[in-house]
């Protein structure tokens, strides 16, 4: 079966320092990854997606990049980190798969990053 | 304009009584896909149902079962006899432009539901 693990689970970070947070997916493989954003009693936001290694799409342009150097690893990266950052982030994958029935997305069980 | 709307940002329901939870959407797509996932206080997003918009019959899960209304946009999350575990958010999400790898997720704002014992 297939699992997908976030880290760190919870995270304080000053303002201005740097970011790496990870996610990983087993049992599968060449993977959808996204990454989502979630303030606070609000909705998800699309960050980035990857369909491939290497290959990162931007939803929306802000303080953070995210990178696939595996298959079935997504990173999500800041230089310098603002207070606006702060939030729930969920990384989450689907299979590679065409048909109507796709999308599917399964979710990992987030970080909470709070910058001070 | 907003893609996927849910109106009710919170809902109280007696235990053991249905619930519905309301999302419209909007899409000029003809190929569309819609889900509803669950959110409990530890964060998780969980899957919980999911409606193509080619599907004739209504999609059920259990206790779940989508009210899916084409003409209106509507998708419409029914949970039938409602128990304690099921307080949590709820979020509607659309998927358009399935294909190719490329499969984002629309969500809408959520809907908070807490059940009465």
């Known amino acids: 079966s297939q699992t997908i693990h976030q880290w760190p689970a919870t995270l304080v970070q000053p303002v201005g320092s740097p970011l790496s947070l990870e996610c990983t997916v087993e049992g599968t493989s060449n993977p959808n990854l996204y990454w989502y954003r979630q303030a606070a009693g609000r909705g998800l936001q699309l960050l980035f997606y990857s369909v491939g290694i290497g290959q990162i799409s931007s939803e929306v342009p802000q303080n953070l990049s995210a990178s696939r150097p595996q298959d079935r690893q997504f990173i999500l990266s800041s230089k310098k980190l603002l207070l606006s950052d702060s939030g729930f982030y969920l990384c989450?994958?689907?299979?590679?798969?065409?048909?109507?029935?796709?999308?599917?997305?399964?979710f990992g069980p987030g970080t909470r990053l709070t910058v001070t | 304009a907003q893609k996927i709307t849910q109106t009710q940002p919170g809902m109280f329901v007696q235990e053991k009584e249905a619930v519905t939870l309301d999302c419209t959407y909007d899409t000029s797509d003809p190929s569309y896909g819609l889900f509803w996932y669950k959110q409990p206080s530890s964060g998780e997003m969980i899957f919980l149902i999911y409606q193509g918009s080619y599907d004739q019959q209504n999609a059920t899960e259990g206790r779940y079962s989508l009210n899916f209304q084409k003409a209106r946009k509507s998708a419409n999350l029914v949970i039938s006899a409602s128990q304690l575990g099921d307080s949590a958010m709820y979020f509607c999400a659309m998927r358009e432009a399935a294909g190719f790898g490329n499969e984002k997720l629309t969500f809408g704002t959520g809907t908070r539901l807490t059940i009465i014992p």
């Open positions: 989450a994958w689907s299979e590679d798969r065409l048909g109507l029935r796709s999308g599917e997305q399964y």
